[in-house]
């Protein structure tokens, strides 16, 4: 008996271990994705021509007609995006290297009005300007997770 319970617990560990920085991810028809930590174990769900999920207190729903694909995806944080030659962090800054849109979102997929700076060659978010919590920044098809 012992040896099935540390099995099953084995077995337990290790998916948690493997959902940790990973995502489900759901792309549109019109390129946009959300996405959501498979570590908050995320419940989908199909009805009246939905895609419902539902993670941790967070439930979304889009219509099934806008919805091309679900799949899994590494998570994209800060730490990750550090040095790449798309973006790079300044004190209080996520700065684009080219002058491109930004758009951000929240946890449960609500888009959110921020501001950002663009200039002939780059583009500024200011850290600070952002709500409290988690907040979605999607610019040049990249997507970065911000926890405030």
Known sequence: MKKIFSLLLFCFLTLTAWAEGKNLVITFDNGSTQAFLLSEKPEVNF?????IVTAGT????????EVMTFTFAETSDIKQIVGTPEFSWQDDAIVFSAPIDVEAYSADGVRLDISYTKTSQSTFVVLSSLPKGIT????ANKTIKICK
């Open 58 to 65: 967070t439930t979304a729903e889009y219509a099934l007609n």
């Open 47 to 51: 009805g009246n021509d939905k895609l």
């Open 136 to 139: 979605i920044l999607r610019a």
